[in-house]
């Protein structure tokens, strides 16, 4: 933005703004709200809804105050009478062709327009209602994701998500004038198209046009089945989001209520997926050190830089774009399916139970989990490992349901086997985190000693940069790993799959060499996960990963290899990391999908 | 206001300029500033209907700092009731593309595009032929200057110069928001002069035969002549090139069949002229500017069923980006007829005058913000036609 300074008045109130402002944020600082639709923080600029237009003086059109810089000398009117009638005709023009029975629609109380048609007392059914007759039919054939065009307001924010954010482009403006709409290549269902199921079109759509596919019911039916043993796992972003649906600011942890509120609801255990990622650090630092050992050592030919895959979006992306990088991606489960197959296998052991009578139900912060729980791959316990997703939104609609008041709940502890953790773990939640975790354990192994960052927070994966990159020294190495000595680790981390994208193009050029690479396919990282709550924005996702890294400075234990339920189960169950049943359980294989 | 008899003009098609080259060899001979002060001074306007002036459109683009311009040529002619630019790209191609060389050369262009509406394609074998000619000649009089034909799918708003360029860069066709404008960023998002195929003529001709010229014609608002395509209810449907400034009731004493009950100024997209107002309404800029779409009707038309065939038309032709446009037409075109079915009072009508109202300020691009001129125009002079 320019240094240049602009004068003009909005509402006759004088105003300077840097040139390049548009109306809108001009308007912001004066404290003048205009209404937005199309609008969104993290998007570009559409100016296709025009429901912020205001008022210039002397212009014979109205100016769409997102998409307007400022003028010197401008004077703007963001609510004359012309001003409103425009913005109210905008709104009741947008019903007239939105299938607005509200009651019926997962967003009530959530939705943009709504609130917008309230606000300008529209009510009056002014207009033809033309939804009726455009036999809209609703997609539901993705796990993760429902699209309903007829309570779609052609906003496009999600298709600016999936291109800008997401560098995916499975959603695209189709046809014109009365026929244009959201559709996909070909408008193949939702399943069969590029779609990583990551969700961010949800977290940005101002309607219920697109909504993640719900499981409530299904939970429901079995948490109240008397012969079935109903686990529940929650990620670690889930506690510092969940507080946003139930009256709480951004960045409130909540994670004690949490769990008095899962235990409320009826789960027979409520466990931690941060047990699996502490898990994941095991299994994925061995196999990290083990892929630089062979590389080094045996001068073997092996995939590297290795890949992070906790996140499904960012795998199917994978699958879809970049198949001839799959051989780098981590053979390890995300910490969520390593979870069911334990949970079926050495929970049920420990617990008595047949695995066959154990639901595992998993509240995570993402839409494409869903997705995830049912690829044909994650089945390894005898059954499919994760039976039911819900996200963080869909475990705030249970607790109101369930008549709970969230905010005077008391604090209380996770269930154990499988509920202990670390702020290893925790960190799993923000973008860099697993970077951060792994590095904790995988320095400490090979040296003995923790990583050389005051405590313990390696700073330099951190934050929101959409490319990050940082390198350590291992000095100092014990005997086992000394052939590390001196070696330089270098690492970077991405995330949202518009960055992801460029990273990989680097590293498939060649132009770009790393040891090791994080990818989340969220903006954030999973606190800014499609199964978040709604609205999200930088500002928001600065809180939340501000509450993240507070938790884990928080915790007694903060680093992976020291969680003493980890240590159990290598000594009861699996071994040690890359043993063989860590192999049948918790590691799996991917697969090369078409692009179209 | 100055009013002006009809009187046909020979330059857009006259055979005594034919060799296009020598005009150019020409324009290039003098420094770009005199020749955009001569376009400036001679009063020409955009002859694509919103009328920019020519020479200041010139002038913005040559003073934009940047090592790469573009010229292009809106040959999209989509306006219902337009064939115009088709006939001179059939006879006259060659002028459209010196008034671009010419263009180039002042703005400091080396890359021109003419972007031709999917509907004409059957020009693009001539067309192609007689630019490489007209490339290589232009190359050889030592102008760098190259220009390219590329093929539109048929879209109405690609006419629309910044879904034009969208088009060009091979995107969906929807018009950006505004500004920046074309001068500063067009297409590839660099300072384009974008003008319609009769402009890029009257650019050259002005070159040709001299400000003094083209300046005796039209009025002070409406300089020179223009070309216009008149169909409907009239003996002489054509093309003609008639001076700038006659009122309606002067083109109909020329152009009707006697039984003429309105005129059509510009396109579907135009105002329609009742036969009350022929004789105050000046056909140019001082009174009703059009892109060259002259439509007649007589007394044997509904004026309903006109207006709703328009409105069909922009209910299709709508990118449908923005709401005032994609939902509105929608709404006017259905609330029309449920006031013709008696389904809504004829009161309904003022509330779809309103909403038209606020198409014409709110709407993104110039098609949503004129579908109110000949809704609005049809509906307060034919009222009675429209509810029985």
């Known amino acids: ?596 | 206001m100055e009013n002006k008899l009809l009187k046909k003009v020979d330059l857009i098609f006259c055979k005594t300029c034919q060799d296009d080259i020598e005009v150019v060899k020409k324009a290039i001979t003098r420094h770009p500033d005199e020749i955009i002060n001569d376009l400036i001074d001679s009063g020409l306007k955009g002859r694509g209907g919103a009328g920019f002036p020519t020479g200041l459109k010139w002038k913005f683009t040559k003073n934009q700092d940047s090592a790469v311009k573009y010229v292009v040529c809106n040959a999209d002619e989509g306006e219902p009731g337009t064939f115009k630019d088709r006939e001179i790209l059939d006879t006259v191609a060659t002028k459209v593309f010196a008034g671009m060389a010419i263009c180039g050369y002042c703005i400091g262009a080396k890359e021109g595009y003419m972007y031709l509406r999917g509907e004409y394609n059957f020009l693009l074998k001539k067309l192609n032929a007689s630019l490489d000619e007209f490339n290589a000649k232009i190359k050889a009089a030592g102008l760098d200057f190259h220009i390219q034909l590329r093929s539109g799918s048929g879209a109405y708003i690609c006419g629309e110069e910044s879904a034009l360029f969208e088009s060009l860069e091979g995107k969906r066709g929807e018009p950006r928001n505004k500004p920046p404008y074309p001068t500063v960023a067009g297409f590839m998002g660099k300072p384009t002069v974008i003008n319609n195929v009769e402009t890029f003529v009257y650019t050259a001709m002005i070159n040709h035969f001299g400000v003094a010229k083209f300046k005796e014609l039209g009025t002070t608002d409406s300089r020179g002549s223009k070309v216009f395509s008149i169909s409907g209810d009239t003996p002489k449907a054509g093309i003609y090139e008639l001076e700038l400034g006659m009122s309606v009731d002067e083109f109909v004493k020329e152009f009707g069949d006697g039984d003429t009950k309105a005129v059509q100024v510009g396109g579907a997209s135009g105002h329609c002229v009742p036969r009350k107002k022929f004789n105050d309404t000046i056909i140019g800029f001082e009174g009703i500017p059009t892109g060259g779409s002259m439509m007649l009707f007589n007394s044997s038309r509904s004026m309903y069923n006109v207006l709703k065939d328009y409105l069909e038309f922009f209910t299709e032709e709508s990118c449908g980006q923005c709401t005032p446009c994609r939902v509105g037409c929608q709404q006017l075109l259905k609330g029309i007829e449920a006031v013709k079915r008696g389904e809504r009072p004829a009161s309904y009508l003022e509330e779809l005058k309103k909403l038209a109202l606020s198409m014409k300020v709110a709407a993104k691009c110039g098609l949503g913000q004129s579908v109110a001129n000949p809704f609005i125009s049809i509906i307060d002079n034919f009222k009675e036609e429209i509810i029985y």
């Open chain 1, 1 to 596: 933005m320019s240094n240049y300074m602009v004068n003009l008045k909005i509402n006759n109130i004088p105003v300077s703004v840097p040139e390049g402002t548009t109306i809108l944020e001009a308007a912001k600082k004066l404290n003048f709200r205009i209404p937005t639709l199309c609008y969104h923080e993290d998007l570009s600029v559409a100016g296709n809804c025009r429901v912020c237009v205001v008022e210039q003086q002397g212009a014979r059109l109205l100016q769409a105050a997102c998409a307007a810089p400022v003028a010197e000398g401008m004077e703007i009117l963001t609510n004359s009478n012309k001003v409103r009638q425009a913005r109210k005709h905008v709104i009741e023009l947008l019903l007239s062709e939105h299938r607005a029975d509200c009651t019926e629609c997962y967003k009530n109380g959530n939705c943009e327009l709504q609130d917008l048609a309230h606000e300008y007392g529209v009510n009056q059914h002014m207009f033809i209602d033309l939804n009726r007759k455009k036999n809209y039919t609703i997609d539901r054939s993705s796990p993760s994701i429902i699209k309903d065009d007829s309570r779609c307001i052609r906003c496009q924010r999600c298709v600016r998500t999936c291109e800008e954010l997401q560098g995916v482009s499975a959603l695209a403006v189709a046809y014109k004038g009365d026929h244009q709409k959201i559709s996909t290549f070909f408008e193949h269902p939702m399943f069969e198209v590029v779609c990583t199921n990551c969700g961010q079109c949800i977290n940005r759509c101002p309607t219920g046009a697109l909504i993640e596919k719900t499981y409530i019911d299904e939970v429901w039916d079995a948490i109240n089945d008397p012969t079935k043993h109903v686990v529940v796992q929650t990620a670690p972003a889930v506690r510092i989001g969940l507080g946003e649906i139930l009256g709480y600011e951004p960045g409130e942890r909540v994670t004690g209520k949490m769990v008095t509120a899962l235990k409320l609801l009826g789960f027979d255990s409520v466990l931690d997926t941060d047990f699996t990622a502490d898990l994941t650090i095991m299994e994925e630092g061995t196999e990290l050190l083990t892929r630089l050992k062979k590389a080094l050592v045996d001068k073997e030919q092996v995939a590297l830089p290795m890949m992070t895959s906790c996140s499904p979006g960012w795998i199917k992306f994978q699958e879809h774009l970049f198949p001839n990088l799959l051989d780098n991606l981590s053979t390890c489960k995300s910490p969520q399916q390593m979870f069911g197959a334990l949970a079926k296998t050495y929970y049920a052991q420990k617990k008595g139970l047949n695995g066959k009578d154990v639901v595992s139900v998993s509240i995570m912060p993402c839409t494409a989990k869903k997705f995830e729980a049912g690829r044909p791959e994650m089945r390894s316990s005898g059954f499919q490992d994760v039976d039911y997703v819900l996200t963080t939104r869909e475990l705030g609609m249970m607790i109101k349901q369930a008549g709970i008041d969230f905010m005077r709940l008391p604090d209380s502890h996770y269930d154990s086997i499988m509920g202990e953790s670390t702020g290893a773990a925790v960190i799993f939640g923000a973008t860099g985190g697993v970077m951060e975790a792994a590095l904790r354990t995988a320095y400490e192994i090979v040296t003995g000693r923790p990583v050389p960052f005051q405590n313990l927070n390696i700073t330099p994966v951190r934050g929101m940069e959409g490319v990050r990159e940082a390198s350590i020294k291992i000095e100092g190495c014990v005997p086992e790993w000394s052939f590390l000595e001196g070696a330089v680790l270098k690492v970077a981390i991405a995330h949202g799959l518009a960055n992801a994208k460029k990273l990989m193009k680097a590293v498939s050029d060649g132009t770009v060499s790393y040891h090791f690479i994080e990818v989340m396919a969220c903006p954030g990282g999973c606190l800014g996960g499609g199964g978040q709550p709604i609205p999200t924005n930088k500002e928001i996702r600065q809180k939340r990963a501000e509450a993240i890294y507070a938790e884990d400075e928080g915790m007694p234990l903060r680093k992976s290899h020291e969680n003493p339920e980890v240590q159990l189960i290598y000594q009861d169950f699996l071994g040690k990391p890359l043993g063989h049943k860590s192999h049948d359980l918790l590691h799996t294989h991917y697969k090369p999908r078409k692009r179209y």
